[in-house]
């Protein structure tokens, strides 16, 4: 059934855990979603981001209908979140649409400037209703040319993996804001295709400490698992997959066609990418803990 974000967030906070959440870019992403939840047996959150709106042209609702109608199917509870959103238009287009909660993503703004945006979609958000997370510090790696984080086109004043949050600027921005939770930069960059991220997991207790708010951990998908485990028992509450199924997918793609050059019909390639994003799902959420099963 659909559940609300917010809820899975309090219950894995609670728990010294964390709820997985899974970037979708195609339906068949919607479905593996699901699937590698319901083969877990733990709840999951299906989020789009506003990039993947710009991939579709534009339109917010075909892939949000669609992750609708299979959270309201599935057998496990799945919550619908609106990722990186950095256009108004976008951002009031969430609670039609379908979605419970938001990411707002200021934080390419100086932090005066980061704290005023935040606030004025925090106020708004909270009156239509809506869960709202925002992001303080740079996460590294998201809007890379080709995707990919660690390239050579790096310019100094991008998101870098040694970006981090200052816990005391933190503790201020929440006060200052009201978020409902905190994206934080702690040494995990978007679009790793190694899991090799190094995360900082004494400053992930100290911001625990000093934001308040369950923390959100974005570019998990290059955080090995036992430090995936390791930061939401210091206070990570959301991590955010989005590369890692990707890679899943493409993969699955790949070695398909090399194999069977001759295929046509996209269902024999993508329904084998399809089980493969599924077992992804379900590793991760495995990795954070089922609730209910120790
Ligand atoms: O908001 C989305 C996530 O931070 C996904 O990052 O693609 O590196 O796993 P990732
Ligand atoms: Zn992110």
Redesign the pocket.
């Known amino acids: 059934p659909l559940a609300a974000t917010g809820d899975l967030v309090a219950r894995a906070a609670a728990a010294h855990t964390a709820v997985a959440a899974f970037?979708v870019i195609t339906l068949e992403h919607v479905e593996a979603v699901v699937t590698g939840a319901e083969q877990a047996g733990a709840p999951v959150v299906v989020?789009v981001?506003e990039n993947a709106v710009k991939y579709r042209g534009g339109r917010l609702l075909p892939l949000a209908r669609a992750a609708r109608a299979a959270a309201e199917q599935a057998r496990v509870p799945v919550a619908l979140h609106l990722?990186?959103v950095q256009s108004d238009d976008l951002l009031r287009q969430a609670p039609a649409a379908g979605f419970g909660s938001v990411?707002y993503d200021a934080s390419r703004l100086p932090y005066a400037r980061n704290l005023a945006a935040t606030r004025a979609a925090v106020d708004w958000a909270h009156a239509q209703g809506l869960w709202i997370e925002a992001e303080l510090g740079r996460?590294g790696?998201k809007d890379r040319p080709d995707g990919r984080a660690g390239t050579a086109e790096r310019t100094p004043d991008a998101h870098s993996p040694e970006a981090r949050t200052d816990p005391d600027e933190a503790r201020a921005f929440v006060a200052a804001s009201g978020v409902d939770a905190l994206a934080v930069a702690v040494g995990s960059t978007?679009?790793?295709t190694t899991r090799t991220a190094r995360l900082d997991q004494d400053l992930v207790a100290r911001l625990a400490t000093a934001a308040g708010v369950p923390l959100v951990l974005?570019?998990?998908?290059?955080v090995p698992d036992r430090d995936l485990a390791e930061a939401a028992a210091r206070g990570i509450a959301k991590v955010?997959?989005?590369?890692?199924l990707n890679r899943a997918m493409t993969e699955a793609v790949r070695d398909f066609l090399a194999a069977h050059p001759d295929a046509v019909d996209p269902r024999r390639y993508l329904d084998g990418a399809r089980q493969a994003m599924a077992r992804t799902v379900e590793h991760f959420l495995r990795v954070l803990g089922v609730p209910g099963v120790p």
């Open positions: 970037n989020q981001s990722d990186h990411m996460i790696g978007h679009a790793m974005h570019g998990s998908s290059g955010n997959v989005g590369t890692a």
